[in-house]
């Protein structure tokens, strides 16, 4: 059975090399969203609709029902095809981003949101800066530099249009996810400043999935907790 990984925001699909390198099955992949590491294709407008569709497109030519393991908004990509096409999807796991009606924006997200204000924020996100920024949140350092080396204009071209179309997107998504039913695994790190956990348990509860916090671990548990990581979801995998 297939699995796939999706990577979040600021970050490139190499967020998931720990992980697979743990992991026992061999038939694995780590996609890049368009405009992360990747080109985009041409007249991608990098909102989140077309993000959605996109993610639909790569699943759809697998040809089977996949695992599909997403973080940040990777996890909010996974938890929208979940309910729109769980046709696609045999198990789903996700983290480091739940879909609720209480969930709040970040201040760096409003800020990437807001015309003028998101663009000087993006021009002060040098290398530096945010192995800085990654190293303060859990990162190891190695690790960070090269986070940090990835975010090139590319994937600033894409944040910006990406948040910007999300500014409503709890409101919007989050109610059909009351619908799953493909059985899930909510993971998290109990210290994640971007996300309350309350939330995260909430929707674990919302669709009936497992839940996993790890202790001691901030947004970034598919580096902080690989391996553990890995074993939570061969566990659950293996349970279905």
Same mark, same amino acid.
């Given at each position: 059975?297939?699995?796939?990984?999706?990577?979040?925001?600021?970050?490139?699909?190499?967020?998931?090399? !720990?992980?697979?390198?743990?992991?026992?099955?061999?038939?694995?992949?780590?996609?890049?969203?368009?405009?992360?590491?990747?080109? *985009?294709?041409? !007249?991608?407008?990098?909102?989140?609709?077309?993000?959605?569709?996109?993610?639909?497109?790569?699943?759809?030519?697998?040809?089977?029902?996949?695992?599909?393991?997403?973080?940040?908004? !990777?996890?909010?990509?996974?938890?929208?095809?979940?309910?729109?096409?769980?046709?696609?999807?045999?198990?789903?796991?996700?983290?480091?981003?739940?879909?609720?009606?209480?969930?709040?924006?970040?201040?760096? *997200?409003?800020?990437?949101?807001?015309?003028?204000?998101?663009?000087?924020?993006?021009?002060?996100?040098?290398?530096?800066?945010?192995?800085?920024?990654?190293?303060?949140?859990?990162?190891?350092?190695?690790?960070?530099?090269?986070?940090? *080396?990835?975010?090139?204009?590319?994937?600033?071209?894409?944040?910006?249009?990406?948040?910007?179309?999300?500014?409503?997107?709890?409101?919007?998504?989050?109610?059909?996810?009351?619908?799953?039913?493909?059985?899930?695994?909510?993971?998290?790190?109990?210290?994640?400043?971007?996300?309350?956990?309350?939330? *995260?348990?909430?929707?674990?509860?919302?669709?009936?999935?497992?839940?996993?916090?790890?202790? !001691?671990?901030?947004?970034?548990?598919?580096?902080?907790?690989?391996?553990?990581?890995?074993?939570?979801?061969?566990?659950?995998?293996?349970?279905?």
């Amino acid at each position: 059975m297939p699995a796939i990984f999706v990577h979040g925001v600021p970050d490139t699909h190499y967020l998931w090399d !720990g992980v697979l390198s743990h992991l026992s099955q061999g038939d694995t992949q780590a996609v890049s969203l368009p405009g992360f590491a990747v080109d *985009a294709p041409d !007249g991608f407008g990098s909102t989140k609709e077309e993000y959605v569709d996109w993610l639909i497109g790569e699943l759809e030519r697998i040809g089977e029902p996949v695992d599909l393991v997403g973080h940040d908004w !990777g996890a909010l990509l996974t938890e929208r095809v979940i309910c729109l096409r769980p046709d696609l999807v045999r198990t789903w796991a996700a983290g480091g981003g739940a879909l609720d009606e209480a969930y709040e924006w970040h201040p760096v *997200a409003k800020m990437w949101q807001t015309p003028g204000q998101g663009e000087q924020v993006m021009q002060a996100m040098t290398p530096d800066v945010m192995a800085q920024v990654y190293i303060a949140e859990g990162v190891p350092e190695e690790l960070a530099r090269q986070f940090a *080396a990835r975010m090139d204009d590319r994937m600033k071209a894409a944040i910006l249009p990406l948040y910007r179309s999300a500014v409503g997107v709890w409101e919007e998504w989050s109610p059909d996810v009351d619908s799953v039913e493909r059985p899930g695994l909510v993971i998290w790190g109990k210290d994640d400043p971007f996300g309350p956990m309350d939330l *995260a348990q909430r929707m674990a509860k919302r669709t009936g999935a497992k839940f996993v916090a790890f202790e !001691g671990c901030s947004h970034w548990w598919p580096v902080q907790r690989s391996k553990e990581t890995a074993e939570a979801l061969e566990s659950f995998w293996e349970e279905q």
